[in-house]
């Protein structure tokens, strides 16, 4: 099985973001998905001519994890913008938000927080699966930190490529414009 890259032309002209940036994200995020695919195909060659023990094989089956998850979070990321940003007071993600953290104020100061950490990665909001406890995390690579047995909810790039062409280094500009981005719906929808 192999796997696609999605189409997220239709977040062009979206808002504080510019054409660039998000066509610089776009081929950034089709390259994550090329190259899971040549890892898989690889270690797939592998293990049939019985390399499988090999250091090679170790080495491109710990890459597979950073590539893999770089594909994607970025479906995860692009795929809960494109909204106007409205959140639903009433709805459940509402409910679990000030379940976990008293408010729906004290979620966005702890989100938008995390994602201006010093540092390059992602501001994910996780849903423990185990008891549906809402907790935002900073991950700082693809491949490490990420909560076992959670369920991402809304997840935000703040590498530099996500938005230094448009923002420099005004990281918290652009946690602004992605928040007035966010869609909600999508967002919600992932909530198990």
């Known amino acids: 099985m192999t796997y696609t ?7 062009i002209g979206m808002n504080g973001f510019s054409e660039t940036l998000l066509k610089n994200h776009f081929t950034l995020y089709q390259g994550y998905v090329t190259n899971t695919n040549k ?6 060659t592998m ?16 890459r597979l994890g950073w590539e893999f998850n770089g594909m994607r979070l970025h479906e995860y990321y692009f795929e809960n913008l494109g909204g106007g940003g409205q959140f639903n007071k009433e709805g459940r993600l509402a409910k679990k938000i000030i379940e976990s953290f008293g408010s729906y104020e004290n979620w966005e100061k702890d989100f938008k927080t995390t994602g201006t950490m010093r540092g390059i990665g992602w ?7 185990t008891n549906g406890r809402l907790i935002n995390f900073w ?20 590498f530099e490529h996500a938005f230094m062409i ?9 946690i602004e414009a992605f928040f007035k981005n966010i869609d909600w719906q999508t967002v919600e929808a992932r909530l198990k």
Do not use: F, W
């Open 166 to 174: 448009d923002y420099g280094l005004k990281r918290a500009d652009y």
């Open 5 to 11: 890259a999605k189409d997220y032309s239709k977040l």
């Open 123 to 129: 501001a994910v909001l996780y849903q423990d699966l």
């Open 47 to 62: 293990l049939k001519d019985g390399r499988a023990g090999t250091p090679e094989y170790a080495e491109i089956k710990r």
């Open 139 to 158: 991950i700082n690579e693809h491949d490490t930190g990420h909560p076992s047995g959670c369920n991402p909810l809304l997840i935000m790039d703040v």
């Open 39 to 44: 890892l898989l195909d690889t270690l797939d």
